[in-house]
């Protein structure tokens, strides 16, 4: 049966992927993207799918209720896939007014236009929408910091710790509330730090590749001892829709990829894979570049993801470790950072 399909946040990282992957396994829908392309959109990450048959781009901004409302009534979703979001820390404590608005009011305009379309009343869903299915998109970060031991799981309290994080946990409370009030077909992912092709510039890995082959400091915040769980970008965008098409309407699903690794030891690993596939012309190593900077201000020690959750019940399985994860996303940089 063919469907239409609305993906938020398209053109960024871990969307652009999605989107690749959804298109070349559903060619009966018609997959349309949304984005206001911000700095961490970009359409050069759709150029696989730009001229598909089954893909269209929309440049706007989720916040935008008439906009929203009316691809609603153009396109009659059945499905939405809800990336949007502003994302990096470090632009939340210097500029949060953005966060709140997109991830909060952004999340809201969505979830109730949704609402107003699919269902006539609280618990009454439209036999044309019988099958509808809102996936809201989140990150680990809304639980906060975790210590030397522990996961987190879907029954972790939130406890978010930056602008960032906290207008994430609004907007999952949000969508949850969408679920219990208006009983909203909404699923809820919740992933650790993704890492692979697309990433935007700014993110550590791309960093450290980046400031690698151009010989310059790579920079680490404080000691470099944070820990955060390390997940390939297609193993989430797999769980994303497996969640979407088989997880219990009102849930959360977590999604890790059990690679729990240092600061230190991303950078170490990228340095020691450069060495043996781009080794420098002045035979030095690139761990001779790695440098250490101020801290970022209220950077949580610790992340990491159980996900037995969306693995028993639905599954799931990544299909990457990080070793071989990171091997591809150097090539796919290498190839990028040379042109």
Known sequence: MKKNILVTGGAGFIGS???????????????????KLTYAGDLKNLSDVETMANYKFVEGDICDKKLIQKLFTTYRFQRVFHFAAESHVDNSIEGPEAFIKTNIEGTFVLLDTARNMWLSGPGEIKTEFKDARFLHVSTDEVYGTLGPEGLFKETTAYAPNSPYSASKASSDFLVRSYFHTYKMP??????????????????????????????ENIPIYGDGKNIRDWLYVLDHCKGIELALSKGRLGETYNIGGRNERTNNQIASKICDILDRKKPRSDGKSYHDLVSFVKDRAGHDLRYAIDAEKIETELGWIADENFDSGIEKTIDWYVIKYSK
């Open 17 to 35: 992927n999605f989107i690749d992957y959804y298109t070349a396994n559903h060619p009966d829908h018609l997959v349309v993207n949304i984005d």
């Open 186 to 215: 909404v699923v809820t992912t919740n992933c650790s730090n993704n890492y692979g092709p697309k990433q935007h510039d700014e993110k550590l890995i791309p960093t450290v590749i980046r400031k690698a082959l151009n010989l």
